[in-house]
């Protein structure tokens, strides 16, 4: 089968979502399909064809300022239309099977060029941007399309305390803009959501359910316990707690010194990442003489040899993850984990058999943290379990089959474009 792959990331430098999609359309490659990639590119002029791990790239390049709202426009009413018109002619030039979007960038673009040429679609949603402009609906309460103007206002207060006021004239737009995604959904072949929280928060209000299919993102679960075998390359304590990740407010960056600063489970933490918040929680650490260690951006392979020798890998998202690649990562080599429990982790972790799912409170992540660390049997017991749920439903074998299944369906001439019922992930 022809797949083009339209998506917001991808390698060599990307978050989960970019790393997810590469698997994908690598595992795809191997089984056989013709595979081709487009990714938006901000700031580049013009485009960039290139192979990443055999598979071919072409980054579409747009223009981009990083200004609040400006970047939104360049982002979506600026890209939309031209990404659509790019990738009219190169499904003209090298027709395809399916198109299959990954994220908010790629999705109604991707959409629109699949409707005008009687091409079936697929879109993967992976957090909260059909629903809420900012993509995170962190802010407790009703959805984004039915916001009313406190609630507006607080979830912009909450980013920008001082600038907030500046975005009020930016509502009506915001709102818009928002029921423009939901549109450009509805008309898609098929839309995939990566857990049963993204299914029914999210996707549920605004599709029928025959266009709405679970399917996780998976992880090859042998390569990666191959590769985590061998010793890390950077130096590292002899027992540790284990954060990897963005560095972020809303991915707990700020939560997890809260948890330290309780001095429960007397391990140092070793933290894996960078982000917005890495200078201030460095800061942060010195002030308080946390026993916090740094280490900088590393690639997929190492992060999985550190994982592997930590007592704990922590994931305190304060945001409902869709489905944490962290939360797979560590299951697949064997190290027991501890979230807060948000959105899609109880997908993945069931709390007191394969993991550790605590309420978002300093005092009792840190209680439950110290308890798991000083339990070895304990450890041994939830990892176990764990190894067993990501190979069972996780892993790429199943997930890959699924994908490819759901793409003969919407391909299927006497589906015209819509999809068949089909099981979803339990």
């Not at 206002?153 to 500046?166: E, F, H, I, N, S």
């Not at 190492?302 to 592997?308: A, F």
């Not at 944490?324 to 993945?348: C, F, K, N, W, Y």
Request: aromatic residues 8%; positive net charge.
């Amino acid at each position: 089968m022809r797949v083009l792959i339209v998506t917001d990331a991808f390698p060599p430098r990307c978050d989960g979502s970019g790393w997810s999609t590469f698997y994908l359309a690598r595992a795809l490659a191997e089984n056989g399909h013709d595979v081709r990639v487009v990714k938006p590119e901000p700031g580049l002029a013009g485009l960039r064809r290139r192979s990443y791990e055999d598979l071919e790239v072409t980054d579409f390049g747009f223009p981009y300022l990083d200004r609040p709202y400006v970047r939104n426009l360049l982002k979506n009413d600026l890209l939309y239309p031209r990404l659509a018109r790019f990738l009219i002619a190169e499904l003209r030039a090298r027709p395809a099977d399916v198109v299959h979007a990954q994220h908010v960038l790629s999705a109604p673009p991707s959409i629109a060029a699949a409707v005008t040429l009687a091409v079936p679609s697929v879109v993967t949603v992976r957090d909260h941007w059909p629903i809420c402009y900012f993509t995170t609906w962190h802010v407790a309460g009703e959805r984004c399309p039915s916001c009313g103007f406190r609630k507006m206002l607080a979830c912009m207060k909450g980013k920008d305390p001082r600038g907030y006021w500046a975005g009020i004239p930016m509502m009506p737009y915001m709102r818009r803009n928002v029921r423009a995604k939901q549109r450009s959904l509805r008309r898609a072949s098929a839309v995939v959501a990566v857990s049963r929280y993204i299914a029914e928060q999210v996707l549920a209000p605004i599709l029928q359910s025959d266009r709405i299919q679970v399917i996780p993102n998976f992880i090859d679960a042998a390569e990666i316990d191959r590769a985590a075998q061998s010793a890390p390359d950077v130096e590292l304590p002899e027992r540790f707690l284990l954060f990897a990740g963005k560095l972020h407010l809303l991915k707990g960056a700020q939560f997890v010194l809260d948890v330290m600063a309780q001095g429960r489970c007397g391990l140092p933490l070793v933290v894996l990442g960078d982000g917005a918040e890495r200078e201030r929680m460095e800061r942060r650490v010195r002030e308080e003489r946390l026993d916090v260690r740094f280490l900088p951006w590393l690639d997929n392979e190492e992060v999985w040899r550190v994982m592997r020798r930590a007592e704990v890998v922590l994931v305190p998202s304060l945001l409902n993850e869709a489905l944490s690649r962290t939360v797979l990562e560590a299951m697949a080599v064997g190290t027991p984990v501890a979230a807060t429990a948000s959105g899609g982790i109880h997908d993945q972790l069931e709390d007191g058999e394969s993991g550790v799912v605590s309420v978002a409170d300093a005092a009792v992540f840190a209680e439950r943290l110290a308890v798991l660390a000083g339990d070895p049997a304990l450890r041994a017991r939830l990892a176990a379990r764990a190894r067993d749920t990501v190979r069972a439903r996780f892993d790429r074998r199943e997930v890959v089959a699924r994908m490819e299944a759901l793409y003969e369906a919407v391909a299927s001439p006497a589906n015209s474009g819509r999809t068949k019922a089909m099981p979803t992930t339990r």
